[in-house]
Every structure is written in C-alpha cells, then in structure tokens.
C-alpha cells in the first residue's frame, strides 16, 4: 500500500488513452465506465421527470397534449428502471467494490464484464434511438393489448429491453461465480461484507427471474411481427398471460433495485456508528429471505385483472410476509445506530435519510398487499407515492449515499462535505414535499397516468411540482460536488472514514492489481467494539 | 505464478487473478451452469405458458398434434441423442490424453445439429404448404377447432426457439472445433470444449421435453 503511494501509480493512471478505458477488462474501469453512462441516463430520466411534473403544475394542458405525455411518463419510466435503478448499484459500485470486499484481483469472467458493458450501451443506445423514430406510449411495462395495437416504436424498445437484461444476466452470473470462487484465504461467507451478500442475493434474482422477462418479450416482439396470438384474446390468447409472465420477473426486479441499496445501508451505518453491525446473519439471511420470497408474490399487481379471490388471497398474504425480512433489516440497522458513535458524514446522513423514507415505503406497501385497500389504491397516485419512496426514497438514496461513501476511495479525491449537505437537504426535503402529497392525492381517487386532472387536486399537484423542482436542484448540486472533488479536491488518504473492509486497506485510488499481497482474513468485516 | 504451473498449461496460461488452472476451470464451469439455469427458466416461461393453454383447450392441442409427424420429430430425438454422445466423446477424448479424436466426434456432433436443421426444414415447410401457420396467419381449412392456430403457435414458437439454439451451438462447435485442430486443447486444458458441451446437451434435453408435448400428448 505505501509503496503505491509513493509510486502514485493507480488503476486510473497506470494506462492513458480513451482505448485503455474502452477495452479495459479492469473491474473497477468497468465500474467507472457504467458509472458515467447511468450519471447519463440519469439526468436523461429526470429531465422526463421534470417536465412531467411541470406538465401537472396546472390543470388542463400546459406543456404538452396527451400524446406527448404519454410518450414521456413511459420515458421516464422505461430509462429510470432499466437503465438506472436496475444497473445502478450493482454494475457502478458492485462492479467496483465487489472484488476488493472479497479480496480478489478482479470478477470471475473480466471478459464478460466488459461484454456486459457494451450490451447495455447497445440496449441503451437502441431504446434512446425509439426517441428520435415514432417514440413509445405504452408505459414502461409494455401491457398488452396496448402494446400489440399502437402504433409506435414498440418493438424497437422491447428489444432494446431484452439486450440490457442480457446484460444484466452476465453481471448476474459473473458475481455468483466470483462470489463463490474468488475470496481471499480465511475470507468465509460468514465473514464476507454485507454489501456482498445483498449483490449476492441480486445477482440470483438477476439469473433467475431475467429469462422469464426475455421470453416475455421475445413473446411480444413475435406477436408484433409474426401475430402469433398467444397475448391476444382476438387470436385465442390472453393479455393476462402477459401480465403474470411480465410480473414474474418484474416484482423480483424490485428487489434487484432494493437489496444493494439495503447492502450500502448496512455498510455506512456500521462505519459511521463505530460500532459493529447489529446481527450481521440475519441481515444476511434476510436478503436471501427476500430473493426468495419475491418470486411467488408477483400477483399482488394483478388483484383487479380478473385473478381468482383464492390466487389474490395467497399472494396477498405472501407479499405481507415479504415484510418481515425487511423489518428485520430495519430492527438491526435502528440497533446499530443505538449507543453509537453517530457521526453525521454525507453519506451517513443519506442513509438515514433512507431509513426514514424506506420505512413510509415499505409501510404503505404492506398497505397496497392488502386486497381490500389495494382495490381502492389501484391505479391511483397512492401507488406513485408507494413505490417512489421505495425507488427513489430507497434506491437513489442509497446510490448516493454509496457514491459519496466511496468517492474518496474510487476517485482518490475528498469531496466538500457543505457542498454534499446542501445537496442532501434539498433531495430529502424535496422528496417529501413531491411524493407525500401524492399519498393524499390518491387516497382522494386522483388516477395515476393521465395528463390532466379535476380541479380539485390543483394545489397539491403544485406542492408536488415545486418539490420535484428541490430534488432536482439537489440532485444537481450533488453531481457538481461530485465533478468539482474528482477536479480538484484534495487527495483522499486510504482510509478517510475508518472503515474497516478490505477495501479501505488499498490506496485511494486502488491499484491496478487491488492488492500488492493476497490478503489472508483472520475476523468478520466489521471489528469495532 | 503461471510460471510455478508451467507443466499444467503448456499452451494455455490461466488468468491473473486466478490461483491456478483448477481454479480457472472452476469458476469457468459455475458460469456455464448458471447460464444454463437462465436458458432453462426462459424456456420454462413458454412451457408454463402451453401447459396452461393446453389445460384449456385439450381436444384442440390433440388435433394439433395430431397433424405432426411423430416419425420425424422421433428421427430427430434419436439425431440428437447420437450428438450428445459423440459430444461427450470429443471431452472424453480430451480428457483422456486422446486429442486426436475429439474433431472427428466434433465433425460428427455438427453433421447431426445440420441433420437435425434439414428435418425441420422439411417439417416446417410442409406445415406451410398445407396452411399451418402460426396465429394470424393460419390458413388451414379442414380444422375441427377454431383455435387451432393458437396450437401451432406454441409449435412454431417452441422449435423455433429451440431450433434457433441448436445454430447457436452448431455455431458454437465450428469455434472449438477449429481451436481443437489447432491444437489449442489436451487433458490440462478444454474448458471451452467441456462449456460448449454442457450447452448442446442442455438443448438436447429440452428436446427431449418438446418432443413429447409437441408430438405424443394428446
Ligand atoms: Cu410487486
């Protein structure tokens, strides 16, 4: 470590030239890579956000007509899931800290990581294009018989779908099999972090429930050009088919979005209390509790599509059993932080501002399992709400918690804590100024995807909007710290945080090999007191 | 610490963040099974989905069926079979210290996948020339169901997929074919022959499952 100090030679350094990052088989260039192409797609989906809440400041049409906002909600939509919240965490910062959680030189297959890579820019790259063709109307869960019927560049975007869950199935299977196969001496999966374990638990749901998606839209893509029928009750099919096969992959995929952002959780809360992490195996076993259970509630979306009241009962009491491996999660992460020694970093001040709007999150989404609320929640800005707390509250939270956690280690530069508050304070007030009214606008029959409203819903429709305008300054006050630290913020010593996993005992930034000598583990992740 | 292994790769030098060739081999194989558990599930989806269309309308699956030839799809199970064998013959070979053999078994395993192709072929386009075709297209005058184009969409969609596969492997063998008359392969190191390998016998035994459903039930 000290050596590479000296030296000054790092992953960023040790080669130069655009080619030496495009064919870089390094998993942290890889990291870095995806990096900038989520920041990218990221700013592209909250854009669509942004003139979508500005399209609803007021009642009638403003902005744009119906066609047009139609075409941008599923934007916003179809970029936020498959080309930010789903790649987000795993392939940025999974990518990047994975093999060093575990003491490994790098994932199982670099090959293959780099591959994935450029699947998804091609993915992405492919739905971007649809925008500049005849766009897309459907939403981003591409519903049949919609989707057979209109006109626009449906095909285009479902295959673009299918190419960045191929990608997402490498990244899958590559962590399983480094997970499995590259830890360092003594590192036992009793002692691995428990970031590891939440990519852990992702990547067997990326693996298993990703081909039930592909199928389903290689189903859709034939029944555009081939008119097979089988999502087609005029042809003997049934749309509803379509909405099980979809759900099967896509409830899982929610917490393919929400357990590394759980492992991040895990991670700062236990640094920044100073105090060992509070039931390191339950927390472990509940993400695998929540992979596994995620597969056998995806009915819970289809309570009003004529499913049978004995499929809504057990699905309903099967997504309410879902909370209570996240519970168990929330009940160690609040017993960490008792006694403590809190210290309100950026990154621990995310986090907690995670724990407080994944707790409303996950609190109203035992709400909606409930069949007879969820009847009347149905299709209604109470869902908005409930599942933007748990996307945005949780997910992106956690993202940037993560991102300023790791900053000092990724770029080797500190960031300017002020600067990072001030853009905290504005993502979590905003938040809660944007998504709460739209609890109470849905619990008030306010439907969700239309363009226009009742009158009656004005004034908390332009809280909302005004709040969407704060997390959007946050956000991009967050990105300009982020750039101006990466610029010309001062060097970060190896282990500005006291951390206590691998990953804080190489320089910042890591060296191209990440460790000098294999590291031989000889005690669990988090040793405090 | 590829040099401390030179007798174990002579031509072949494991990557550097593995500790030995086992070790590469390892992690090399739980890959390959993990992507064939995707290809597994992915077709899982499109059985689900014919079980339960087949629930539904059972008298008209079995006069779907009905209009396959169970000889052909019969011919080409036992075309199949045959490959898989001679597939694992060319890893056997390998393995064995026998290099020499492996790209005949390699050449015999493609002439069946090319086989196996033609058949279907023949298949395909009579089912076009008598008017079977899928969905919207079906054409058929003489059905007793008026679904009955759903049943040949399930058979286009499932052979069709497969078949796609069984390119995709045919594909697949010319590449370690080619690197096996190089020379690239012996006993310390196939792990590309054996991975390949692993994904023909997995469509081979999807086979096994569609022949039955596509052909005999009913
Ligand atoms: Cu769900």
Known sequence: MAAHVQTGKNYINEFAGLKSWLCSLDHKRIGVMYAIA?????????????LLRTELFSAGPTIMGANTYNQVMTYHGAVMVFMVIIPGIPAVLGNFFLPLHIGAKDVAFPRLNLLSWYVFMAGSILAISTLFTSKIDTGWTFYTPYSIRTSTATVTMVVAAFIMGISSILTGLNFIATTHTLRAPGMTMGRIPLFVWALYSTSILQVLATPVLGITLLLLVAERTLGIGIFDAALGGDPVLFQHFFWFYSHPAVYIMILPAMGIISEVITTFSRKTIFGYTAIAYSSLGIAAVSFFVWGHHMYVSGQSEIANVIFSALTILVGVPTAIKMFNWTATLYRGSIQFTTPMLYALGFLFLFAIGGVTGIML???????????????????????????????????????????????????????????????????????ILGSMGMPRRYFDYLPMYESLNRISTIGSYMIGFGFVVGLITVIRAIYSGP???????GGKTLEWTVASPPPHHNFDVEPVITAGPYEYR | MSTDNKAMGRKHHFAHHFRSAEHEYESAKQGIWLFMATEILMFGAIFAAYAIF??????????????????????????????????AMAIQSLQSGKGKNAAPYLIVTLLCGA??????????????????????????????????????????????????????????????????????????????VEGVGIFWHIIDLIWIYLFPILYLIG
């Open chain 1, 369 to 439: 399992a409930l069949i007879g609320l969820d009847v009347h929640f149905h299709d209604t800005y109470f869902v908005v709400a409930h599942f933007h707390y748990v996307m945005v509250g949780g997910v992106l939270m956690a993202l940037m918690s993560g991102m300023f956690y790791w900053l000092p280690k990724m770029s080797g530069k500190m960031y300017q804590e002020s600067w990072a508050r001030i853009s905290f304070v504005f993502t979590f007030i905003g938040f809660n100024v944007t998504f709460f009214p739209q609890f």
């Open chain 1, 491 to 497: 060097p970060a010593p190896a282990n500005p945080w």
């Open chain 2, 54 to 87: 087949h629930s539904l309308y059972p008298s008209m699956f079995a006069e779907g069926a009905s209009h396959l030839d169970w000889r052909m799809g019969f011919i080409n199970t036992c075309v199949l079979l045959v490959s898989s064998w001679t597939m």
């Open chain 2, 115 to 192: 086989g196996f192709m033609v058949i279907k072929y023949l298949e395909y386009t009579h089912k076009f020339h008598l008017g079977l075709y899928p969905g919207k297209w079906f054409t058929y005058e003489g059905a007793q169901h008026s679904n009955l184009a759903l049943y040949f969409s399930f058979y286009f969609v499932m052979s069709g997929l497969h078949g796609i596969h069984v390119l995709l492997g045919m594909g697949l063998i010319t590449w370690v074919l080619i690197r096996t008359m190089r020379g690239e392969f012996d006993e310390h190191y196939y792990t590309p």
């Open chain 1, 38 to 50: 989520v920041g990218i797609f990221f700013l592209v989906g909250g854009i669509f956000a942004l």
